[in-house]
């Protein structure tokens, strides 16, 4: 704490982390604090009082700025269209909303001339290295404080104590103190009873974008989503925005217990970490536009893609959207998306989404081909020829095995 500021801009969001880095940072730089609270569609809730709630404990100015419109559009959107899946479970929900927060971040720190951008991530989590590695790709001279990596309140009930007493309103309490983040894409819990791998979740109490399956409908609910060049434009067969649409599937989604994942995951920094996250809406898009690449993809091109998928999970995992490879791959994304066109209709029931069928203009699926009936388009003596080429070097090996006194 030896460098001091005259001006710092924070990542505030009102949650027990930020709420207590405004007076804290006063006391401890005499600097000013400029707050900036992003709207990445978390909810009116998550926002109201927000502002009067950074000046009267301490902040010179706050800036709540409505990113949900780009959000969607620049990070989901591109996410989506690579079916990037963090360890084939993890839909990205945290991960790919820091780097336009960031974003903003610099863009008013220089407006302010701020001598530093302060986030309140732990030193133990994934999102200051998203924060700062967006940082340094915009203002790479500009400073980082990151008080969890130093200060004396290294632990929730320590910060929970700090807030008391100075009198900082909370939405939380000590006994359902989970860790949450929460935007349009999902709602992340963390800590409490699930830091045991052993405890079974306690939805009923947990969940807040939906039901858990077993309190979903005994019928179910038939819809569909069509997409124009891997983009999803309607739900039903209403043109909606991408914002439209992850709002109404997210609606339709939690009531049917949709997109619940448990999981253990790998942090970047070390260790592994379990959380719940709620996807409702983000997962039935991710199942539709996985349908309709299945039929509008080439084999190879798909293939390569599921390849490309992983690598692109792990950069947006790992905080490294702004580089040249993310760039580099969502390019290629963007050229394989050019032919995945069509509705897929999908049946949601109790945490299940059942496939109900799929129509492409751009179809690379042939029934005249694929037939089990008569047709004429494919010669079967064919493959006698095609299994003798294709099975050319195991023959060959197994021929010298049998040399070899191997077989």
Known sequence: MEKKYNKVVL????????????PW????????VIAMAANVGQG?????GLEEKAIK?????CYIEDLTKPFVEDYIIPTLKAGAVYEGAYLLGTSFARPIIAKKLVEIAKKEGADAIVHGCTGKGNDQVRFELAIKAMAPHIDVV????????NSR??????AEAHNIPLKINRETNYSKDKNLWHLSHEGLDLEDPATEPQYDKMLELGVSPEKAPDTPTYVSVTFEKGVPVAVDGEKLSPVEIVKKLNQLGGANGIGIVDMVENRLVGMKSRGVYETPGGTILYHAHEKLEQICLDKETQHYKMQVAIKFSELVYNGQWFTPLREALSAFVDSTQEAVNGTVKMKLYK?????????????????EIATFGEDHVYDQADSAGFIHLFGLPIKVKALLDGKNGKL
């Open 157 to 162: 009930e320590k910060e929970i104590e700090y």
């Open 11 to 22: 990542a505030y969001s009102g949650g027990l982390d930020t709420s207590v880095l405004i």
């Open 25 to 32: 940072l006063k006391e401890n730089y005499g600097c000013e």
């Open 57 to 61: 404990t301490g902040a010179s100015k």
């Open 44 to 48: 009116d809730g998550e926002l109201e």
């Open 146 to 153: 990151a008080p969890w990596r130093f200060w004396e309140l």
């Open 351 to 367: 945490g299940n989404i059942i496939d109900a069928g799929m129509t492409s203009p751009t179809s690379l699926y042939s029934e």
